[in-house]
Every structure is written in C-alpha cells, then in structure tokens.
T-cell receptor, first 110, second 113 residues
Framework: GQNIDQPTEMTATEGAIVQINCTYQTSGFNGLFWYQQHAGEAPTFLSYNVLDGLEEKGRFSSFLSRSKGYSYLLLKELQMKDSASYLCAVRGRGNTPLVFGKGTRLSVIA | GAGVSQTPSNKVTEKGKYVELRCDPISGHTALYWYRQSLGQGPEFLIYFQGTGAADDSGLPNDRFFAVRPEGSVSTLKIQRTERGDSAVYLC???????????FGSGTRLTVV
C-alpha cells in the first residue's frame, strides 16, 4: 500500500519563506508531484521530482530524498495569492496512478 | 480542446437516482483519470484509462460505479442508485503519457439529497 503524510494546516507571513513537508511509504517509487489547489478550483501542477535533490522553478522549489521517503515544497517571497492547499502526490511502481496526500492548507497573512 | 472539460459543473440528485458525469480530456492525451475529492481531503483515485480500456479500476468503491471511454477520448463516469455518501467533487485529469503530470478539469460537484 501507499501512505502519504503532510501537515494539515500552516500559516505564514507575506514576504516570508515557508516549507511544506511530505513523507511517504510506497510499494516502489516512480516520482513525486506537488500540486496547488485554490478553494473550489482544480489542482494545478507545480513540480515533479524523481531523482534526489532540489528542483527550482521561480519562487517555488521542491526537494526529494528517496532513501528517507521525504520531500518538501519551499515557497519564497510569499504572496497573498499563495494561500491555497498544497497536495503531495506519489506514483508507485510502474504506471500506477498518483496517490495524493490530504493536502496542507496554507494561509498567508499580512 | 485547450483544457480538460467536465460537465455538468454542479449536479444535485435525489438518493437512488442514476447520474452520468462527463469528461472531455486534452486532445491527444491518451491517459485519463477519475478521482473524487471530499471536503478537506486529497483526491482519491477511482479509475484510470489508457486509450479505450480501463487500465486500473481498483479505486471504484463498489459496483454502483462504472466508467467508459469508448473512443479513447471522452469518458463518462456512471453512478447507479446514488447514496448521500457519494456526494463529493468528481475530478477528471488527463496526461499525454503516464510519466507526465496530470492536467485536471474543474470538476463536477455532486450532491445527493
């Protein structure tokens, strides 16, 4: 089976940096994805990691350690529009569909 | 199309009725996925199509749920004898191949009263 854990809620200040952690246990591993979901909207793709290390894309970065079953999403220079849920999703063995965590609801405050 | 289109956006139905939810994926995307999402939860996998065939239907909760994709493009999720516990947002996603990220539609909010 697969199990994905991430914090339920986080709060951070506009302009600051926030790190959202995700730990996972899977049968096989074939990639980890982060999605952003604003309330009432569809999830949108943010990042993909399949090898260990950091992937940077503008204000967002994602890190993966396969040996530790651990990833984080780093958001820099937070803006109010970054208030959303952030979903960690893992693909297990082969072409199995993504399994999503419950999401972390981030609130950015002034 | 330019994005994944789902219709209807909202559906209210009475307990025991039959409903169909439609998904029109991005043109050329061979993989199509159905998920459902309850409030405060992440998307829960239901079924995955590769082309016309269901490659994995292990997430369908019971035999009241069925999905088809007869021509390898549009898919319909069918729910028989709806129950109040079926109320959720049903999300469809597509990808051009299984290793790619998914593009989600805006979802169908199903409410069973």
């Amino acid at each position: 089976g697969q199990n994905i854990d991430q914090p339920t809620e986080m709060t951070a200040t506009e302009g600051a940096i926030v790190q959202i952690n995700c730990t996972y246990q899977t049968s096989g591993f074939n990639g980890l994805f982060w999605y952003q979901q604003h309330a009432g909207e569809a999830p949108t793709f943010l990042s993909y990691n399949v090898l260990d290390g950091l992937e940077e894309k503008g204000r967002f970065s994602s890190f993966l350690s396969r040996s530790k079953g651990y990833s984080y999403l780093l958001l820099k220079e937070l803006q109010m529009k970054d208030s959303a849920s952030y979903l960690c999703a893992v693909r297990g063995r082969g072409n199995t569909p993504l399994v999503f965590g419950k999401g972390t609801r981030l609130s950015v405050i002034a | 199309g330019a994005g994944v289109s789902q219709t209807p956006s909202n559906k209210v139905t009475e307990k025991g009725k039959y409903v169909e939810l439609r998904c029109d994926p991005i043109s050329g995307h061979t993989a199509l996925y159905w998920y459902r999402q309850s409030l405060g939860q992440g998307p829960e996998f239901l079924i995955y199509f590769q082309g016309t065939g269901a490659a994995d239907d292990s997430g369908l909760p019971n035999d009241r749920f069925f999905a088809v994709r007869p021509e390898g493009s549009v898919s319909t999720l069918k729910i028989q004898r709806t129950e109040r516990g079926d109320s959720a947002v049903y999300l469809c996603a597509s990808s051009f191949e299984y290793r790619a990220g998914y593009t989600f539609g805006s979802g169908t909010r199903l409410t069973v009263v």
